[in-house]
């Protein structure tokens, strides 16, 4: 089955103590992005990649890093979590970012809470 | 800068009521607009997909349409269900910029 997996979904740690999310993508797309959700402010971009070890900032990148090795994976980092990152968090991919026809495809989310 | 926007933030209406919700974008330079299904605490469900070029696409009880020149969507939910219920959000590519969404809510 198409998907793409992030882990894990519910996440409680205390500040300071640096946290990987994982994303894995089954589909061989060459863009993937994460985002956070908040209520109020909606959907926000921390970074994006066009293709293996291309990545950019999104609006909202403070805090948080990157990496794409392979095409398939793309773990967002989070070296000093602080309270101001706990979110809802999605990883999003598509086949490409610059064809008409390529919808994005979301993971369920990883629910995170910083004390 | 691209901006998006729904309207209403939330909708209630009776079970079989047919329903638009609306977004509208401030840069006509789009790729494609995509609508979004959102359950409570859950991910994006893909819903229909517009290319720039085209009017407007249908899936089931649901049609998207498509004006690029007035920066506008719609999305049309015919003879709506309780299982409709849910946050809808729209997006636009190439930017990928999010509209907050129209939270529906169909009563039986």
């Known amino acids: 089955e198409a998907q793409v997996t992030q882990n894990p979904r519910y996440l409680i740690t205390v500040t300071g103590k640096k946290l990987t999310v994982t994303c894995s993508q089954n589909m061989n797309h060459e863009y993937m992005s994460w985002y956070r959700q908040d209520p109020g402010l909606g959907l926000r971009q921390i970074y994006y990649?066009?293709?293996?070890?291309?990545?950019d900032k999104g609006d909202v990148p403070e805090g948080y890093k990157v990496s794409r090795k392979e095409k398939r994976n793309f773990p967002l980092i989070l070296e000093s979590p602080s309270p101001n990152q706990t979110s809802l968090y999605f990883c999003a991919s598509s086949k490409d970012h610059g064809t008409y026809n390529s919808p994005l495809h979301f993971g369920n989310g990883t629910r995170l809470t910083v004390t | 800068k691209q901006e998006v926007t729904q309207i209403p933030a939330a909708l209630s209406v009776p079970e079989g009521e047919n329903l638009v919700l609306n977004c509208s974008f401030t840069?006509?330079?789009?790729?494609?607009l995509q609508w979004f299904r959102q359950d409570p605490g859950k991910g994006l469900t893909s819903l229909l997909l517009i290319q720039s070029s085209q009017r407007e696409q249908t899936s089931g009880r649901l049609n998207a349409s498509l004006d690029k020149s007035s920066g506008r969507s719609t999305l049309y939910i015919a003879a709506s269900q309780p299982g409709d219920s849910a946050t809808y959000l729209c997006?636009?590519?190439?930017?990928?910029?999010f509209g907050k969404g129209t939270k529906l809510t169909v009563n039986p």
């Open positions: 840069d006509s330079a789009i790729y494609n």
């Open positions: 990649s066009m293709n293996v070890e291309v990545t």
């Open positions: 997006a636009v590519k190439p930017l990928l910029v």
